[in-house]
């Protein structure tokens, strides 16, 4: 069966008109309505680690896959008593060498800078049965690195999650969405079982695991328009 993966990144008031990258800021208020619009369609929001057996056909039932990129402290304020209060679990792709950091990556292009989750609040959200995933060491674009440091990207940041954790990593997400053949092996080779892009669309047993598509949700996404990547991709 098809699986919608929901991508998010900060979960907070969206600044300025002018601010760039301000579609990505999604307001707590409107990510509240869409994970009832979700109880309410009868669809039980899951991490991609419980998505991964429905995704492959090996399950049925009605879940969308929730995941939110960069580890934001705004997630963890705003999204997770959310998630909490319908019994959803998500999961959060880390930007290993930023725990406890910020946004550093995103500031040369005019964001404003924006605190990363501590340790403490990474273990907490991990302590409830939420998903931590990797997303590389510091946000880098895959493509444009050479092999050999891609390699470290993709393995230390695994590693140094599980050792925070004292479990297994499975789940990675390709910062930028940019990745290559050559990427998804280095996932495949470094242990983890899945790994999203930005390319759209449902996720299907038929579908590449280490090239899961998603459904990027905006600030001005409409409750209509929230339904229908649900059930569209």
């Not at 049925?60 to 019994?87: C, H, M, R, W």
């Not at 403490?120 to 444009?144: A, C, M, N, Y």
């Not at 470290?152 to 925070?164: A, G, N, P, V």
Request: glycine share 6%.
């Amino acid at each position: 069966m098809a699986v919608p993966i929901l991508a998010y990144h900060q979960i907070a008031v969206p600044p300025s008109r002018k601010a760039p990258f301000r579609s990505m800021v999604v307001h707590p208020e409107a990510f509240h309505r869409q994970m009832e619009w979700l109880k309410r369609l009868g669809i039980q929001g899951v991490s991609l680690r419980e998505a991964m057996p429905y995704i492959r056909g090996e399950k049925t039932g009605k879940v969308a896959a929730i995941t939110f990129d960069d580890s934001y402290a705004n997630v963890y304020e705003n999204a997770l008593p959310v998630l909490q209060e319908l019994g959803f679990t998500a999961t959060n792709f880390v930007v290993a060498n930023q725990i406890g950091g910020s946004n550093v990556w995103d500031v040369p292009l005019g964001v404003a800078p924006a605190p990363c989750m501590s340790v403490e609040q990474l273990k907490h959200w991990h302590s409830l049965g939420h998903e931590v995933g990797s997303h590389t060491l510091d946000h880098v674009r895959l493509p444009q690195l050479p092999m050999e440091e891609a390699r470290r990207q993709i393995t230390h940041s695994r590693e140094l999650l599980e050792d925070l954790l004292d479990e297994g990593i499975s789940s990675f997400c390709f910062p930028y969405g940019d990745e290559t053949p050559l990427d998804r092996v280095l996932a495949y080779e470094a242990g983890y079982s899945a790994a999203t892009t930005t390319r759209r669309g449902r996720a299907r047993s038929s579908d590449d695991p280490f090239g899961l598509p998603r459904a990027t949700i905006r600030r001005n996404d409409s409750w209509l328009h929230f339904v229908k990547k649900c059930v569209l991709g």
